[in-house]
């Protein structure tokens, strides 16, 4: 069991919220991490496996995201033991909601993660009766539908072309590999064609696929929209989906899940350069074996973005009768993106680190100025200190 005060340390987590519900069955926890620059938001997700520790991890991943983005939001993240495909996700859903009604939408706003869509934003919101309590909502709802946009993989493909151009690796021809081939991975996918690069490989839950001449994105995308994760065997020529990690490829996405990228991927990557499509998919020592390898790595927290910018849109307009403008959002994430990697991989270098070090040590002076103006730090030197 996890001991939640181990959790604890000078940033947050600042509330954490564990519910049940007896009849359903429902079991669930919201973590409020870091809230000095604005209230809690953050994904939420539903998994089988899912922990109070990861939930807190991914949690303190959102402090550092909306800080690195410089939007005015606080870290917090949410989620939901369960199989996302259960008969009973609807009552599971709403028992849940129902559980956490003092926190939301005061304190925390709902989002999507793995395991959640569009639909399951619109009961959150049927339950509550509030239009805020989240975003990500359909666009018949007056919403901004993440995944049907694409906004998430839109931003890694630019995060990646951002950081292609300070390394100088052209886009034009470079071969791409994405591991997870869900909402994230075929964005990311069709924005790497529209940009030049060639995707030579992907993956899902079911199994990878590998073409060094490039792999018929149109067809693939096709069969992902008939046969789901199905749709690499659909395709023909499914290997494992582990190998994904290993193609030849430039430009390496993982865009799964967390601790995928392991030392043993890291020592046998050919690509330049890895883009954390994922949260959290690279392990700290892998980190460490990139960086002596010159691999140039966009931390998560910079490259996947998208969504927060999105859902900044969406928090900004939530009870507003005028629908969102795509064109905007995506302006605006390309801008946002672009900007925030070519600043972290300067400060990399100007710092003498990797650009994960960098990119956190901007979002800790960030959070950390908002929380002495808040009065909020008790003892700034320890603060101060673990920023250095």
């Known amino acids: 069991m996890t001991d939640v005060f181990a959790l604890m340390d000078e940033w947050g987590p600042e509330k954490v919220v564990c519910v049940s519900d007896r009849k359903s069955g429902m079991k669930g926890v919201l973590v409020l991490d870091n809230t000095a620059r604005g209230m809690g938001k953050g994904g939420t997700r539903m998994s089988p496996t899912l922990s109070v520790a990861e939930v807190a991890r991914l949690a ?13 939001y606080g870290g917090a993240k949410a989620g939901i033991l369960g199989d996302p495909n259960a008969p009973n996700k609807e009552q599971l859903l709403r028992a849940f909601v129902r559980a956490l009604s003092n926190e939301v939408p005061k304190e925390y706003v709902l989002g999507l993660d793995m395991g959640l869509s569009e639909k399951d934003a619109a009961i959150f919101v049927d ?42 690796l ?42 060094p001449d490039g ?28 190998d994904a990690l290993t193609f030849d490829c430039d430009i390496l996405v993982p865009a799964a899940t967390q601790d995928v990228v392991d030392v043993n991927v890291a020592r046998s990557t050919t690509a330049r350069l890895v883009v954390e499509g994922a949260n959290m998919p690279t392990t700290g020592p892998a980190l460490e074996v990139l960086a002596a390898r010159d691999v140039c790595v966009v931390p998560d927290f910079i490259a996947n973005a998208g ?27 390309s801008t946002k993106i672009r900007s925030n990697a070519e600043t972290v991989l300067l400060e990399s270098r100007t710092r003498g680190t990797t650009p994960h070090i960098a990119a956190r040590q901007l979002a800790q002076e960030r959070v950390l100025t908002a929380m002495r103006l808040r009065g909020q730090v008790a003892i700034d030197e320890q603060v101060r200190e673990s920023v250095a």
């Open 60 to 72: 303190r991943t959102m402090t550092w995201k909306w800080a690195a983005a410089d939007l005015y």
């Open 215 to 242: 792999l018929d994105l149109d067809r693939l995308l096709r069969l992902r929209g008939e046969a789901g994760d199905g749709c690499v065997r659909e395709y023909g020529g499914a290997r494992p989906a582990a």
């Open 307 to 333: 969504g927060v910018v999105a859902a900044a849109f969406s928090m900004d307009t939530r009870y507003s009768p005028f629908a969102v403008d795509p064109a905007q959002i995506f302006a605006h994430i």
């Open 127 to 168: 339950e509550l009766g509030d239009r805020g309590a989240s975003v990500g909502l359909p666009t018949a709802l007056g919403g901004v539908p993440y995944d049907e946009l694409g906004v998430t993989g839109f931003g890694v493909a630019e995060a990646a072309d951002a950081a292609a151009q300070t390394i100088c």
């Open 170 to 211: 052209s886009m034009k021809g470079a071969r791409v590999v994405i591991q997870g081939f869900g909402a994230v991975g075929t964005a990311a996918a069709q924005r790497f064609r529209a940009l030049g690069a060639t995707v030579v490989g992907v993956s899902t839950a079911v199994g990878s696929l590998h073409d």
